[in-house]
């Protein structure tokens, strides 16, 4: 993997409302997928798919900061490689790696500028 973009999560405050949006401006199709308020996002078609996106309820991941930009994701071979990478980057561990079964392992991180990236190493096939 060559750690490129590989997802990225749209955070509301409103999920219908914004939903309603992106639908109607881009014509991104919705699934609900997971947890309630948590739906999959479609941004493109099989000639040109586009990165698979999710919309979400907004949420303080770091306490006090509420995330109002896209949340991007990278996608890694390996999680505990980068994570090390990271925090000697001068980056910070803000989410410790979890499992999403099939989706694979994950962890949030706030780069020295304090931008969230969610990184994330894919579940086996």
């Not at 919705?30 to 739906?39: S, V």
């Not at 006090?64 to 996608?75: A, F, P, V």
């Not at 980068?82 to 979890?98: F, N, Q």
Request: proline residues 7%; negative net charge.
């Amino acid at each position: 993997m060559s750690n490129n973009l590989v997802f990225f999560a749209v955070h509301a405050e409103d999920v219908p409302r914004a939903q309603r949006f992106y639908e109607k401006a881009f014509g991104w199709k919705f699934q609900p997928w997971g947890p309630p308020g948590f739906l999959i996002i479609e941004t493109g078609d099989k000639k040109d798919p586009g990165i698979t996106g999710a919309l979400q309820q907004r949420y303080e991941l770091v306490p006090g900061q509420r995330l109002t930009g896209y949340e991007c994701t990278i996608g890694v071979d390996d999680i505990d490689a980068t994570e090390s990478a990271v925090v000697k980057s001068g980056g910070k561990i803000i989410m410790p790696k979890c499992e999403i079964p099939t989706v694979g392992h994950l962890i949030k991180i706030q780069d020295p500028e304090g931008n969230i990236v969610c990184v994330k190493q894919a579940a086996s096939a």
